[in-house]
């Protein structure tokens, strides 16, 4: 079936840096995409969402990109601080709105 | 209150107990979830209720039995679970379906010996 994905599972980087996550999904009829960040212990925290008739987002410190040509979505974190490590999930939004699907998830760590 | 409860944080179960789950938030939001999260894996979408009403149900056994008594509260009632069943369960709720952000509770942490 289809699903979303993710390209790496694990990113280090350092803090100050910029972290760029990325997701491909595989849907083409999916119009919604929100990312997640998940701290150890929690549940997962909403970032950012974009809708399909846009290509660009751009909230606090984050931005994300949609690429629907090829099916890709990125996060990109500015300035990354230790408080950014997480569990970084995509989710697709199918059936109208009623449900998200999750991809497998990107671990960030951020070194001093 | 922008937030999203759950109670108990931790649950240990034996496989012929009966046991429920309890989520609760106060934005009012019409749309409540339940879902499953394994460790090191993505949440899994189990149920959906919109307006008190079940809307989604993601083929989940029988022994998942899931109540939503009030436009506030989501239960998730347990028996005769298996060991594999043991994860995170997450409940979330949402202005509405279509096109909106979810906002999770904590989980609880649910063990089935």
């Known amino acids: 079936g289809e699903s979303v994905g993710l390209h790496l599972p694990t990113l280090s980087v350092q803090e100050g840096d910029n972290s760029i996550i990325n997701c491909a999904y595989s849907n083409s009829a999916s119009d919604y995409f929100i990312w997640y960040k998940q701290e150890s212990g929690k549940g997962p925290q909403f970032i950012i969402d974009?809708?399909?008739?846009?290509d660009k987002r751009q909230g606090q410190r984050v931005t994300v990109l949609l690429n629907k040509t090829v099916k890709h979505l990125s996060l990109q974190i500015a300035a990354t601080q230790p408080g950014d490590s997480a569990v970084y999930f995509c989710a697709e939004n199918i059936n109208y709105g009623q449900n998200f699907v999750f991809g497998p998830g990107t671990r960030l760590s951020v070194l001093p | 209150d922008t937030e999203v409860t759950q109670t108990p944080k931790h649950l240990v179960m034996g496989m012929t107990n009966k046991k429920s789950l309890k989520c609760e938030q106060h934005m009012g939001h019409r749309a409540m979830y339940w879902y499953k999260q394994k460790a090191k894996k993505p949440p899994e979408l189990m149920f959906v209720?919109?307006?008190?009403?079940?809307?989604i149900n993601e083929s989940v056994p029988s022994r998942f039995s899931p109540e939503c008594p009030n436009s506030s509260l989501l239960n998730l009632h347990l028996h005769a679970l298996q060991p594999e069943d043991s994860a995170l369960y997450l409940c979330?709720?949402?202005?509405?379906?279509?096109?909106?952000?979810?906002?999770f509770g904590p989980g609880t942490r649910l063990t089935v010996l």
């Open positions: 974009i809708r399909s008739n846009m």
């Open positions: 979330a709720s949402s202005q509405a379906l279509s096109y909106n952000e979810q906002f």
């Open positions: 209720y919109s307006y008190e009403k079940l809307s």
